[in-house]
């Protein structure tokens, strides 16, 4: 991401979210996202993960200038460049746990269902959930929805990975299980992790650390 200022709508006419922001993130890295709420951490996320495009200044994903992708473009570059992860899991009820992890590839150019159906069940195998796959969001824990969110955002093997608070509604017990999986991705699939969170051990497991405060960059990283 390169200089810029992006403007939220909710602040008011003339204030910023964020704010003479200039950042490289190096493909493989896990970098983490820290400051307090309101700093700016979700903006941050939404944006270079082309969710919000109501900025100032250029935001390169792969070498892709976002500004210039029209919505087609822009949609097809998130479904197989970004897997996203919400706190908020943002699972359809009325879908099996298989059904929900299998989603992204109804967006997919690639239209070989059965290669698919392979992918989501290698998918809840990693996440330890091929078990519940007939299951439905309502009868999972915390931790299980937020595992399954996680097979569903590697399904089309992402190269990056953007998750706003991912542990933040789990026991510690879980939330180390879902770390554990991230750094697995990080480590063994090449995958680039940029982690918004509160939690010191999310943290100290990324590479770097990158601190926001008010909407600006007060420490860009090295080792975290």
């Not at 922001?21 to 944006?47: D, M, W, Y």
């Not at 992204?104 to 078990?131: K, M, N, V, W």
């Not at 991705?185 to 100290?204: F, P, W």
């Amino acid at each position: 991401m390169y200089p810029g200022a992006i403007e939220s709508p909710e602040a008011g006419r003339g204030t910023y979210a964020i704010q003479d922001l200039n950042l490289q993130i190096e493909a493989g890295e896990f970098v983490a996202i820290v400051g307090r709420s309101g700093s700016g951490k979700t903006t941050l996320l939404n944006i270079l993960g082309g969710l919000d495009r109501d900025y100032e200044g250029q935001v390169f994903i792969a070498d892709q200038n976002l500004a210039k992708m029209d919505d087609v473009e822009l949609s097809k570059m998130r479904n197989q460049t970004i897997g996203f992860v919400f706190q908020a899991f943002h699972l359809l009820p009325q879908l099996t746990v298989f059904e929900n992890v299998l989603l992204p590839s109804r967006f997919s150019d690639y239209s070989d269902t059965e290669i698919f159906q392979q992918r989501a069940q290698i998918a809840l195998a990693r996440t330890g959930l091929l078990h519940r796959a007939s299951s439905l969001p309502t009868s999972l824990s915390a931790g299980e929805r937020q595992r399954v969110a996680i097979a569903r955002a590697i399904l089309n093997r992402p190269p990056i990975l953007l998750c706003d608070e991912p542990t933040g509604n789990l026991d510690a017990e879980t939330g180390q299980l879902v770390l554990d999986l991230f750094m697995e991705l990080c480590e063994n699939d090449g995958t680039t992790l940029i982690i918004a969170t509160h939690e010191q051990r999310v943290s100290k497991a990324a590479t770097r650390k990158v601190v926001l405060e008010a909407g600006r960059l007060v420490d860009d990283g090295g080792k975290a």
